[in-house]
């Protein structure tokens, strides 16, 4: 940091709170005035920013309610979203060849377990906090399989016509319906099962 052009070192920063704190007096309202020699400018970014953006030398910033397992299942999920581009791509440029709709499908499965990871391991860990009960799992994992089940008919519907595998995927918007329908007969079945025991 510097200050009263020069560098201060981390011991130092101990007394910003002092330099931040006498730009705010009547005199330092102008920015354009001088005080000691060194511009008001710097006294009030260093106030700026201790009370906007929470700047505090004596405490160094730990994000609260990070892990380390968070942050790799979502950059899975980002390099399954930052590939869609070239497996669709290649899709385009080869629409009969069931190789490249199975290589997209590939893509759209790997995108879902990614997603369906990064739930499973922020649920595991504390991290969501809604609908975070066990009927919130069974449903993610409801939806994972039905999914799973649409993506894996494309791909065997691929070797046989590559057009009706691409249609398959129409399912896609479906799945997550039927696994809800699901999970709510699972839960009242449940709840039958409970009351009659």
């Known amino acids: ?5 020069q560098i201060l070192r981390p011991a130092a920063w101990r007394n910003i709170g ?3 704190a006498g730009a705010a007096d009547s005199r330092a309202v102008n920015l354009g005035e001088s005080r000691q020699g060194s511009s008001i400018g710097r ?6 920013g201790r009370d906007v953006y929470g700047f505090r030398p004596r405490q160094p910033l730990r994000p609260a309610g990070q892990r380390e397992g968070l942050a ?7 390099f399954t979203i930052t590939v869609m581009p070239f497996t669709s791509s290649l899709l385009g440029a080869f629409p009969g060849n069931p190789l490249a709709v199975d290589i997209f499908a590939v893509n759209l499965l790997l995108a879902s377990l990614a997603t369906q990871a990064t739930l499973i391991f922020g649920r595991s860990k504390g991290l969501v906090i809604e609908r975070s009960g066990p009927e919130s799992m069974f449903a993610g994992r409801m939806r ?3 999914n799973t089940l649409v993506i894996a008919l494309s791909i065997a519907a691929a070797w046989v016509s590559t057009g009706a595998a691409k249609y398959c995927w ?3 918007a479906l799945a997550p319906r039927v696994a809800d ?3 709510v007969r699972h839960e009242r079945a ?3 099962a409970q009351g009659r025991g």
């Open 18 to 20: 002092h330099y931040a």
């Open 1 to 5: 940091m510097i200050q009263h052009g």
């Open 170 to 172: 129409l399912l896609l």
């Open 190 to 192: 449940k709840s039958r």
């Open 72 to 78: 790799w299942w979502n950059f899975a999920f980002l």
């Open 144 to 146: 994972l399989l039905a």
């Open 43 to 48: 006294g009030r970014s260093g106030k700026l």
């Open 181 to 183: 329908r699901l999970t």
